[in-house]
């Protein structure tokens, strides 16, 4: 517990843990500023923020800056080595697979908690974007519902703190995932620019060939196939990339 407690610490005090919540809470406020203040809902607001092309696109880039690569200088260093000797390789893996799923899961976790309290406090709750306002039998407006955007309409129903509340476990979920594919490519290839660049590449290919049920774009808005299919296919990319890492690291360590 006491290296674990020091390797997660380890991952959230480092530069590219900053550097990626500094980048991804710009990306995510430019995009809130210019698209979505001014629409009076927040419903809208955290949908729209989300849902803009530049922003899923490029999504991967951050959660590996965190802790993914860090691997790459112990091994080039032979700094691994010495961890070795006093912790059985299992382990390891299994404390730098917990800490590197945080320090990704926080890195986007934490920019999304800004932008959505950003959009309830700016924006009106009681109000709705007008393209989804409409008349009941009687005559009266009353909101209209998108079908085909389940956390516009569980905020709309339940309230919005639920609706960031699931926004926030998607991104956390997303971050810990791509962060560990990250990590799973540097402990094959430990190269550091690896689990840098080959994630960024697998995503796109993803993103082009992926039906949407499983495209991980999708997954990390939860709009389109629903929020609870959305975190369990989030845990299913998270054991998956934990699994290669793991077994990645087993090769490693019978080398070391």
Known sequence: MKFLWMDVKRSFANPGFFTGIFGLGALLMYNFITESLHSGSPYYAIVNILAVSGFTVFLPVFPVLGYASRFCGEY???????????????????????????????????????????AVALTAPELADMNALGLDASGVNVLKIPEDIEMARIGMTHGV??????????GFLFGAAWALIGLAF?????????????????????????????????????????????VVLGCVWILAAAAVAMAGFKRRCRDA
């Open 161 to 170: 703190g639920w609706m960031v509340a699931l926004k926030i476990l998607l």
């Open 76 to 118: 080039e260093s032979g700094y691994y080595r010495l961890i070795l000797a006093r912790m059985r390789p299992q382990k390891f893996a299994r404390v730098r697979i917990i800490s590197v799923a945080l320090s990704g899961g926080g890195i986007v976790a934490l920019p999304y908690l800004l932008v959505c309290l950003s």
């Open 186 to 230: 540097a402990v094959w290839m430990p190269n550091q620019y690896v689990p840098l660049i080959a994630p960024f590449v697998l995503y796109q290919s993803l993103y082009i060939l992926m039906p949407n049920r499983l495209n991980p774009a999708v997954l990390v808005r939860g709009d389109d196939v629903g929020h609870l299919l959305s």
